[in-house]
């Protein structure tokens, strides 16, 4: 790109070659989409279907989507919703996956980073939903990457039956920056 070379001299008023205009508008256009396609930063929000039941104690994706990213980068994860069980002692686990690992699996207990929520009540037994949120952070590479947010009924010991309920989920995936 070949532009006047007293094109950084000018003085208010002074006029601009249309060409020299037309390049600088081109360049800028080009690095602003250089950018955005290097993921350097950026939100990307996926959501699912209102209501997500379950009573199995294996993790259930709610929220599943692949994403490719150009160059690798890491990323802030935030899972969002409201959560229900509708017994004492049984429990809903939230958290986030990427590429088939639940991130943040603690070693004891089978316990991931998300949120446990014991049947709240008052009275006549009466439920009500919680807000829930699952933080994790994440590198990925370039190529594609499977997101998942993920569900799971926990029951504690001599608890039976019980279901649990995750409602109005949303998943941000923030781009912190080239990795």
């Not at 002074?14 to 600088?24: E, G, H, M, V, Y």
């Not at 360049?27 to 996926?46: F, P, S, W």
């Not at 994706?61 to 959560?83: A, K």
């Amino acid at each position: 790109m070949s532009l006047d070379k007293n094109l950084m001299n000018k003085n208010s008023g002074d006029p601009i070659k249309s060409a020299d205009w037309n390049a600088l508008a081109s360049e800028t256009a080009r690095l602003d989409e250089a950018k955005l396609n290097r993921g350097l930063i950026g939100v990307q929000t996926l959501r699912a279907g209102w209501e997500n039941q379950t009573t199995s104690m294996d993790w259930k994706p709610v929220i599943n989507q692949t994403v490719r990213f150009e160059t690798g980068t890491s990323l802030l994860l935030v899972g969002h919703g409201h959560g229900l069980s509708d017994t004492s002692g049984v429990a809903l686990d939230v958290a986030i996956r990427v590429n088939g690992t639940v991130l943040g699996q603690e070693g004891s207990g089978n316990l991931a980073w998300g949120m446990g929520l014991l049947h709240p009540f008052f009275g006549n037994n009466t439920s009500i939903f919680t807000q829930i949120v699952a933080i994790a952070q994440s590198p990925v590479k370039s190529g594609d990457s499977l997101f998942e947010l993920v569900m799971r009924c926990r029951r504690s010991e001599g608890v039976n039956g019980g279901s649990v309920k995750f409602s109005g989920p949303t998943l941000w995936l923030i781009r912190l920056g080239a990795g």
